[in-house]
Structure formats: structure tokens, C-alpha cells
């Protein structure tokens, strides 16, 4: 059984930072790409990095480039989701997936992942 279970969310002051975990079970960590999407109150879920498999490239919806990054330990089966200078923007509950190739391409969409994780709240006071 695939599974996907996010941590390391929380409240956080503007300008902070936090890394949301993403421990992956239940299918070759190492022949899919790892996606994160975000949805705040209201909002369609959004796209918000990738992190392909078999490339190791990147990718990251405009709106966190420069404060996010991406990395991933294959031996542990975790994505990771380091999120810097955090603004209240950016609250939400933050979601990882698996994406049904080992690549991430351009752009975010959701019908390209196949698995989701419950979500964790990431909450930034101003």
C-alpha cells in the first residue's frame, strides 16, 4: 500500500522558517518524482515544488523561489521541503505527493499524481 505522511508543520512568525518532512512507503521511492502542493482556506490546491527521481531537478512554483528548496534522501524515503522568510501567504495545509513518472516536467498538475498524503498545517503569524 502506497503511503505518503507529511510532518514538521507548525506556527510560525513571518520571516521564519520551517522543513516539512515527507516519508514515503509502499512503491520504489527511487522511480517516481515527489511533488508538494499547498491549499489555504478557500483556495484551489496549488502547486508549489517537485523533486524528480531519476534527474534530481527541481522545480518551484514562482511565488517561493528564492525561499524554498527541495532535497530528498534516498535511503530514507523522504522528501524534504525546506520553506525560509516565510509570509502569511504562505499558510496552508501543505501536501506531498507521488507523481506517476520519475520526473517533474513544467508546471503543477494534480492529475499527474496518483498519491496524496493527509496534509500538514503550516500556519505564519504577521
Known amino acids: 500500500e502506497v503511503q505518503l505522511v507529511e510532518s514538521g508543520g507548525g506556527l510560525v512568525q513571518a520571516g521564519g522558517s520551517l522543513r516539512l518532512s515527507c516519508a514515503a512507503s509502499g512503491f520504489t521511492f527511487d522511480d517516481y518524482a515527489i511533488g508538494w502542493f499547498r491549499q489555504a482556506p478557500g483556495k484551489e490546491r496549488e502547486g508549489v515544488s517537485c523533486?524528480?527521481?531519476?534527474?534530481?531537478?527541481?522545480d518551484f512554483t514562482d511565488s517561493v523561489k528564492g525561499r524554498f528548496t527541495i532535497s530528498s534522501d534516498n535511503a530514507k524515503n523522504t522528501v524534504y521541503l525546506q520553506m525560509n522568510s516565510l509570509k502569511p501567504e504562505d499558510t496552508a495545509v501543505y501536501y506531498c505527493?507521488?507523481?506517476?513518472?520519475?520526473?517533474?516536467?513544467?508546471?503543477?498538475?494534480?492529475?499527474?499524481?496518483?498519491?496524496w498524503g493527509r496534509g500538514t498545517q503550516v500556519t505564519v503569524s504577521s
Open positions: 523533486i524528480g527521481s531519476s534527474d534530481g531537478v527541481t
Open positions: 505527493a507521488k507523481k506517476i513518472w520519475a520526473t517533474c516536467g513544467s508546471g503543477f498538475f494534480k492529475y499527474e499524481y496518483d498519491h
